[in-house]
């Protein structure tokens, strides 16, 4: 969300004539777009606010600090961090331009204007320039309250967004070149936009539909589209029918369970059991065999016995997840798990996350090593980082690949087969192009 969020507001920079600096050392403006999930990404962006208050002793620029840290943290952040010139929550982007005007002219900013906190609305364009792959979001905020997150806290409620939006910012995307899109949003499986006009409530599976349509409309730019997050509570049958129907949609789910016990999941106010997620996954992969999971694990939340850690282990075994983001619970203050007592103490935590680690680097290298020899489809994405004669691809279940082959094959499809395993990426003998 933050980096689909932070192209759009590149954009407006662009669109302004501004253009990138070298280094933030020579910018006229730094905007950091901050994320408050985790407490250590906050205390580096007070880091780099050190930096830039030593920095402002020296020469005059501006600071604008935007997104969840924002949010949450409102004035207080310019309390804290004196470098600061402006804090522009989630909410409030729209006032984007208005600070970008106030730096041009050098007129104090309208604070009127500024604090009347305009009604959430979604950028138009979220792509930055040069890439094929690109983030459409379809809706913000979130009303679910897991014990441990702050996200409902910092980005609101859910809010959808107009469909005829998220259909235009794709025909765009294609026209500019972009190949692939993931719909984004905190939990899109619950995304519901309702039409007055036509008197018809949209909802996520409907949506799904109007996606696939636009995509063929636009004449095989756009192949692939993936959507994230997905919340197991909402993803519903007919969504995975959607899916599985409409070819568009990649063979991959990232599904987020968090924890295997139901135990745990209760206190984290996850609102499914476990039987439910075994049972989605079942359906997906009955519906679309072959597809590849992934998940996020959260382990040490307050309260977790050995056998409810366990039986983390026991369904990662069940579903066998191509890759996981992995992490131990660290107490966020301002939501509800933060004052539940029964903390797990850090060196079980640590000794636990390790397990989960092993675990899925063992479940991702045999489902990896069982799809050598397969052909793929992939699409190029661009240059290998170790080599100019090598293209890194992606098959649409998340796999890398590395091809030898030109640049100028970047953003194309191509089919493959995937040779040799190299830790995780496979490497393939030739990129071979598909007929249309
Ligand atoms: S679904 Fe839960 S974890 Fe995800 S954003 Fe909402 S509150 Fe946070």
Redo the contacts with the bound molecule.
């Keep these: 969300m933050n980096a689909a969020e932070s192209a759009a507001l590149a954009l407006v920079l662009k669109e302004r004539g501004w253009t990138g600096a070298d280094s933030a050392e020579t910018a006229d403006l730094v905007l950091i777009n901050t994320c408050s999930?985790r407490a250590t990404a906050e205390t580096r962006v007070f880091g780099r606010l050190a930096l830039y208050a030593a920095e402002k002793k020296k020469r005059q620029f501006t600071v604008v600090v935007a997104g969840c840290m924002a949010s949450r943290l409102g004035d207080a952040l310019k309390k804290k961090a004196p470098a600061v010139d402006y804090v522009m929550g989630t909410d409030a982007r729209a006032t984007f331009p208005l600070i970008v005007e106030a730096i041009e002219t050098g007129a104090a900013l309208d604070r009127g204007a500024f604090n009347e906190k305009p009604a959430f609305s979604f950028s138009s364009f979220h792509a930055e320039t040069g890439v094929f792959r690109s983030f459409v979001p379809i809706m913000h905020g979130?009303?679910?309250?897991?014990a441990?997150?702050?996200?409902?806290y910092v980005?609101g409620r859910e809010i959808s967004r107009d469909p005829a939006s998220i259909l235009g910012e794709i025909r765009l995307l294609a026209e500019k070149g972009v190949r692939e899109i993931t719909l984004l949003g905190?939990?899109v499986n619950s995304y519901l936009w309702k039409d007055g006009a036509r008197r018809r409530t949209i909802d996520f599976p409907a949506l799904l539909e109007m996606v696939a349509d636009e995509a063929e409309h636009t004449q095989g730019k756009i192949q692939w589209v993936r959507f994230l997050?997905s919340?197991p509570k909402d993803l519903s049958s007919k969504a995975i029918a959607v899916m599985a129907e409409r070819r568009v949609y990649c063979r991959h789910l990232h599904l987020?369970v968090?924890h295997g016990s139901n135990t745990v999941l209760a206190a984290m106010?996850?609102a499914y059991t476990r039987e439910r997620y075994l049972d989605l996954v079942a359906e997906a992969r009955e519906a679309m065999p072959g597809i590849s999971l992934s998940t996020d694990l959260l382990i040490g939340f307050p309260g977790e016995r050995e056998e409810d850690f366990e039986e983390i282990l026991t369904l990662m075994e069940q579903v066998k997840f191509l890759y996981s983001y992995m992490y131990h619970y660290n107490p966020r203050e301002g939501t509800a798990a933060y004052s539940l007592p029964d903390r797990v103490p850090d060196t079980i935590k640590q000794k636990r996350l390790a397990k989960v680690i092993a675990l899925q680097k063992q479940h991702t290298v045999e489902l990896l090593t069982a799809r050598i020899g397969a052909d793929a489809t992939v699409l190029i994405e661009g240059i290998s980082r170790k080599s100019k004669d090598e293209l890194v691809c992606r098959t649409e279940r998340d796999e890398m690949v590395v091809v030898p082959g030109d640049p100028s094959r970047i953003g194309e499809f191509a089919g493959l087969t995937l040779s040799v395993l190299r830790g995780n990426t496979f490497r393939a003998k030739e990129a071979r192009t598909l007929l249309r």
Excluded: L
């Excluded at 979130?142 to 897991?146: E, L, R, T």
């Design positions: 999930v979130c009303n679910n309250f897991c441990y997150c702050i996200v409902p980005r905190q939990n997050s919340h987020c968090q106010n996850r």
